[in-house]
């Protein structure tokens, strides 16, 4: 990403699945050890397949994806994205868990992730009622925790072993740190 390209922060719609899932499948497949996803079993979700993230059936808000866009040649291009998911239980209703911070290789350091968190955190603030975002981080990627941090997160837990990775190098694991924000 060139220096000095904003990148443009809004919802995803239908049209732009074909793209998230393109970003998704990159961002699984470059980083196993930050979802519990895993890029083998997704690559053959079809783009459709992820409508109900962006919450168009949400009478009261709080679900939704956002991207990051950025213009290239005339054309936006989707270079990173987040996610907000609203709790559906009538106890819960006012959490939600931001999930799947993911932002291409060549336009980190540039902001778009801090971009994304901000627009999702002020988006959550005008969903009906929402109290609380969520997250589960893997612990030993420190940018992204403190990433949270200067949004505002504070951890309250760590899960030990949360995400199991078998590969050519044998069997790891990685820790996830619990992290909210009150609204």
Not at 83 to 94: A, D, F, S
Not at 118 to 147: F, K
Request: proline content about 5%.
């Amino acid at each position: 990403m060139p220096e000095g390209t904003p990148a443009v922060i809004r919802r995803l719609g239908p049209a732009d699945l074909a793209a998230y899932k393109n970003l998704r499948d990159e961002a699984l497949r470059l980083h196993p050890e930050a979802f519990t996803s895993d890029h083998a079993s997704q690559q053959s979700r079809t783009p459709e397949s992820y409508l109900g993230r962006l919450g168009l059936a949400e009478p009261l808000g709080g679900s939704f994806l956002l991207g990051a866009f950025i213009t290239e040649k005339g054309k936006p291009r989707l270079v990173g994205s987040v996610g907000l998911e609203r709790e559906t239980r009538q106890k819960t209703r006012h959490i939600s868990w931001l999930i799947g911070l993911m932002v291409l290789p060549t336009s980190t350091g540039h902001g778009v992730g801090r971009a994304l968190v901000e627009g999702c955190i002020a988006e959550a603030r005008r969903a009906d009622r929402l109290q609380l975002i969520t997250l589960s981080v893997t612990a030993s990627s420190l940018r992204v925790v403190r990433l949270y941090e200067r949004a505002g997160f504070v951890r309250y837990g760590l899960l030990p072993r949360a995400v199991r990775l078998v590969d050519e190098h044998g069997e790891r694991y990685h820790d996830k740190a619990q992290m909210m924000l009150v609204l």
